[in-house]
């Protein structure tokens, strides 16, 4: 019954994104029901076929590799605060673990092997492969393709810098497409140490966060693409050049690793810092407020009556959707970084294992709020003719993101 309410979810997650669209007469019923076909069949084979299952699962031991790897450094340079032996006895378990200097510098180390690999040219022609997947098989421009195939390994900002020459050319729904692809995805920086959150809750959760990574290019055209269909004739093509091509040998592409990842990890220690305050701030006001059920009022609270019925939709039982629809919650409003952390404290009487599996697809996604500011700043500065569109899409972006996420969750739920 879960499984049918999961797919029933996805048809009712579409018919949101029509009702929240424009153009709707617009909208191309062929190109949908590919798309959701294409997002379907490549569920099934990431997920049920036992030779790609088997592979996406080595990918945890290389995850495992380059967390050691990373606290090799970080005890090297932090000692035990970095995770390294402890000169006294551990009275409180766990009081050992510092965040931003055992799990965070992960970051570091992604940012750097990404440059290198695309200094090297092996991500370069995956990333052209999928573009010329997504274009033969969906019809959409190649170049907005190879920004969406660049985000199952990129983010929100520097996907786009495969198409900065095209950024100007683009269509509205294209414009509208790289954003959503943007929003409903997560960077490679950022996978691994989302993956050492959630590895003690859900076996190969590696494996389930590039899986997700990938699905979500063809979620994301769908969604997009019914929100805010093509209406114009012109396509943009293109293959561009390697964004790290400005990189002159193996050392500089390190150091330009190391540079973009220290900017990444310093901002996202400090917003970590700025919304766990505001949200405690959010909490004391609310508290002062009568309560309601017997209860008092909080953010989470709140959030979890609005999602809940969302969360319903892909698949979750009612008596875990509240729950689960304050993660949903604090991911838009907040960062899907504290929304994982939240789901991993969480005990097995909150959610169980099918629940916490969808959820990892359903808050894996860049759309909230900081996110739309960085985006928004990104290719405003990239494309300043077209910066009053890319602010006017903006929210509509988030909103595409999420339900892009919450589809592929409740996909997940479907084959569960």
Not at 109 to 121: A, H, N
Request: hydrophobic share 55%.
């Amino acid at each position: 019954m879960l499984q049918l309410q999961s797919a029933f979810g996805v048809i009712a997650l579409l018919g949101i994104a029509w009702a929240l669209g424009e153009n709707r007469s617009k909208v191309s019923l062929r190109q949908a029901a590919i798309g959701l076909a294409l997002t379907i069949v490549a569920a099934v084979i990431l997920l049920k076929l036992p030779v790609v299952t088997h592979a996406f699962s080595s990918i945890n031991d290389a995850v495992s590799t380059i967390a050691a790897a990373s606290r090799a450094g970080t005890s090297f340079v932090f000692g035990y605060l970095g995770g390294g032996a402890l000169p006294f006895d551990l009275k409180n378990p766990g009081a050992d673990f510092v965040l931003a200097l055992q799990a965070l510098p992960v970051v570091l180390v992604i940012s750097v092997l990404t440059s290198l690999l695309f200094y090297w040219r092996i991500l370069p022609p995956i990333v052209r492969g999928m573009a010329w997947l997504l274009e033969r098989t969906l019809g959409i421009g190649g170049a907005v393709g190879l920004s969406t195939a660049a985000n199952i390994f990129l983010g929100m900002v520097e996907a786009p810098l495969f198409i900065r020459p095209y950024l100007a050319q683009l269509t509205r729904s294209e414009l509208f497409l790289v954003m959503t692809g943007g929003m409903a995805g997560i960077a490679g920086t950022v996978l691994v140490l989302y993956a050492t959150f959630m590895a003690p809750l859900i076996p190969d959760a590696s494996a389930h966060f590039v899986i997700a990574s990938v699905l979500s290019a063809p979620a994301a055209i769908l969604v997009s693409l019914i929100m805010v269909p093509e209406t114009e004739d012109r396509r943009t093509g293109g293959l561009l050049a390697n964004p790290d091509a400005s990189a002159t040998s193996t050392i500089d592409a390190i150091v330009k690793g190391t540079s973009a990842g220290i900017e990444l990890l310093v901002n996202i220690i400090a917003l970590l810092l700025v919304f766990v305050a505001l949200m405690y701030l959010m909490n004391a006001i609310l508290m002062m407020m009568p309560t309601v059920g017997g209860n008092t009022l909080s953010v989470q609270r709140m959030l979890g009556y609005v999602m809940a019925p969302v969360c319903w939709l892909m698949g979750l039982p009612w008596d875990q959707a509240l729950t689960a629809g304050s993660l949903m919650g604090v991911k838009t409003i907040l960062n899907e970084l504290i929304a994982y952390v939240q789901l991993a404290k969480l005990g097995p009487d909150a959610l169980d294992a099918r629940s916490r599996l969808i959820m990892l697809y359903a808050l894996c996604g860049f759309a909230n709020f900081a996110s739309l500011g960085i985006m928004i700043g990104g290719l405003g500065t990239m494309a300043p003719e077209r910066r009053n569109e890319i602010n006017a899409l903006g929210v509509k972006s988030i909103v595409s993101g999420t339900l892009t996420t919450c589809l592929m969750g409740a996909i997940v739920g479907m084959l569960t």
